[in-house]
């Protein structure tokens, strides 16, 4: 139980063009979603956080318009990271968290990762 | 600023050995301690998490807390050659969901 299907595991685009990023929780309702960002040999740092039905809140240094989120349901959460730069080439990964029920990772799960590469 | 630290590594053990892996934090208000795994190029995989002082054992995995010296550790009994991985420590705190994460240990068990 408790999976989190994330979505493309890579991607490569133009530098200029958006890219779209969904987390969905196939077996539970994902609440609150968590957006991470990780370069190479560095830890995972917070982008953002949003819960169902609200404006995301970014982290400090984070672009809101750049990075645009959306949590519309329960099971769906979206990252588009627009106008992508080289610079936004990274490793990003979802973790949701159901605050209603303890899943079996004590109610964080995380998505697979997306790779992107801006060229 | 929350911070977690870890010893960067590489932390190379021969198979078989235990294997310890150590974070401090900067919150005394942290409540929630968590061990991750992370292979290269893959995403974080729970290993253990802990919220009260002492040991938490399960399988080869030990995690231990000290909460009055801010300090987690996780030990691997019998290291194998799959442990090999970058171990993340999490950490958060009252009132707030957010994990904090540690930039990890290498880990690497020589076979």
């Known amino acids: 139980g408790a999976v989190v299907s994330q979505h493309p595991s890579w991607v490569i685009c133009k530098s200029g063009t958006s890219v779209k990023i969904e987390c969905r929780s196939l077996?539970?309702?994902?609440?609150?979603m968590f957006w991470y960002r990780q370069f190479p040999k560095q830890s995972l740092m917070l982008m953002a956080t949003?819960?169902?039905?609200?404006?995301?809140?970014?982290e400090q240094g984070v672009e809101k318009d750049k990075f645009l989120i959306n949590h519309a349901s329960l099971t769906l959460s979206t990252l588009t990271v627009t106008s992508a730069h080289p610079e936004d080439s990274s490793f990003y990964i979802c973790s949701a968290r159901n605050f209603g029920t303890r899943a079996p990772s004590n109610g964080y799960t995380f998505g697979s990762g997306t790779r992107l590469t801006v060229v | 600023q929350k911070e977690v630290e870890q010893n960067s590594g590489p932390l190379s053990v021969p198979e078989g050995a235990i294997a310890s892996l150590n974070c401090t934090y900067s919150d005394r208000g942290s409540q929630s301690f968590f061990w991750y795994r992370q292979y290269s190029g893959k995403s974080p995989e729970l290993i253990m998490f802990i919220y009260s002082n002492g040991d938490k054992e399960d399988g080869r995995f030990t995690a231990q807390l000290n909460k009055a010296s801010q300090y987690v550790s996780l030990l691997i009994r019998d290291s194998q050659p799959s442990d090999s991985a970058t171990y993340l420590c999490?950490?958060?705190?009252?009132?707030?969901?957010?994990?904090?994460f540690g930039k990890g240990t290498k880990l690497s068990v020589i076979p």
């Open positions: 949003s819960n169902e039905g609200s404006k995301a809140t970014y």
């Open positions: 999490a950490v958060s705190g009252a009132g707030s969901y957010q994990l904090t």
């Open positions: 077996d539970f309702q994902a609440t609150t």
